[in-house]
């Protein structure tokens, strides 16, 4: 199992409806997310930054990845999601949620 955490800031405009989207995910997308083995997803919100944690149980995380890019369901979510969010500055170039790097784990 590989542990993933990335963030991102949230436009502080649009928190309300990025929490109204997060309180009624579609079916799909989950369903996508879950075939692409991902597990106990969260985000959370602090001072204008989301943090995303996810667990990966597959083998190939970029082409699972890469299949959850080509869904046309969560392609029309991110359609509304995308506009809530806002990269780090310093998130590389073309990156969207910036990775954040594990420091300390206690199983």
Not at 4 to 32: F, G, M, Q
Not at 88 to 107: Q, T, Y
Request: hydrophobic letters at 35%.
């Amino acid at each position: 199992m590989r542990r993933i955490a990335s963030v991102i800031r949230l436009r502080p405009e649009k928190e309300v409806e990025y929490r109204e989207l997060h309180a009624r995910v579609w079916p799909e997308v989950l369903d996508t997310l879950r075939r692409a083995h991902i597990s106990n997803y969260s985000i959370f919100l602090r001072d204008g930054l989301l943090f995303s944690y996810l667990e990966y149980t597959g083998q190939d995380y970029q082409s699972d990845t890469d299949t959850i890019a080509e869904d046309d369901a969560t392609r029309r979510w991110w359609q509304l999601t995308d506009p809530c969010q806002q990269p780090l500055e310093s998130a590389a170039d073309g990156e969207w949620w910036a990775p954040a790097e594990e420091v300390f784990h206690l199983d």
